[in-house]
């Protein structure tokens, strides 16, 4: 499985950015897709969960309320859409992908919000 993560840039607070993740390879073996974030200085963070069966999602407190996830099953992407940001959402994102054998991970892609 391959993950090309893209969308990421400079935005004001309180603005938006939609984040893609596009899964290539075996993506059939794919159970979940989520997204993690990174600040600098500070560990991974979980952001939130597709389960890919059922479109079920998960989205972690700190965000809830302002970013969502969802799916594109044509395209096998999936997008992070994010409202209301704050500075402390800078980060490099990072989209992952679960099978039953492993977790595959994306490149990353930076979101800096100005205050």
């Known amino acids: 499985v391959q993950l090309q993560a893209s969308g990421g840039g400079l935005v004001q607070a309180g603005g938006s950015l939609r984040l893609s993740c596009a899964a290539s390879g075996s993506v059939s073996s794919i159970r979940t897709m989520s997204w993690y974030r990174q600040a600098p200085g500070k560990q991974r963070e979980y952001v939130a969960l597709?389960?890919?069966?059922?479109?079920?999602?998960n989205v972690a407190d700190s965000v809830k309320g302002r970013f969502t996830i969802s799916r594109d099953n044509a395209k096998n992407t999936v997008y992070l859409q994010m409202n209301s940001l704050k500075p402390e959402d800078t980060a490099v994102y990072y989209c992952?992908?679960?099978?039953?054998?492993?977790?595959?991970w994306g490149q990353g892609t930076q979101v800096t919000v100005s205050s």
């Open positions: 597709i389960v890919i069966s059922d479109h079920n999602i």
């Open positions: 992952q992908a679960g099978t039953f054998g492993a977790d595959y």
